[in-house]
């Protein structure tokens, strides 16, 4: 998978911080999701709630940042993407790829820990250890 951040170096800086930590959580908990059942479910099924966890995490985090996003709309009258930033994505080409993890049936468990822990993620501190029974 790639990712592609574009913007003004300082802000790529941070997106950059932000981005490498969220995955190393996300990473982290797959580890101990594949320790937990190692001995229980084959490396396939454990791929799937490794992926379902992930996908959920995303989701979390996606609809934290609009919750923030809408509860300050007072900012975007003054963050503002510069021209430059604009003009290099106006060369991109439309759309991406964009990929789906099967969420349903016994993979929902993971998903909703993944969703609730994005939910909560915060670069400036670390997240509480998953305390629950998967």
Known sequence: MTIGLVGLEDDIDVCERIMTYAFDCVVA???????KHRDTYPPAVIRQMENAYGFGFCDGVLRAYREQDADHQEYGLVLVTPQAVMDVVADFKDGGIYGTANTGGWRRQFAQQGYRDGQQFDPTTKLPENTGDD
Not at 29 to 34: D, V
């Open 29 to 35: 908990e797959s580890k101990r999701i594949r320790t």
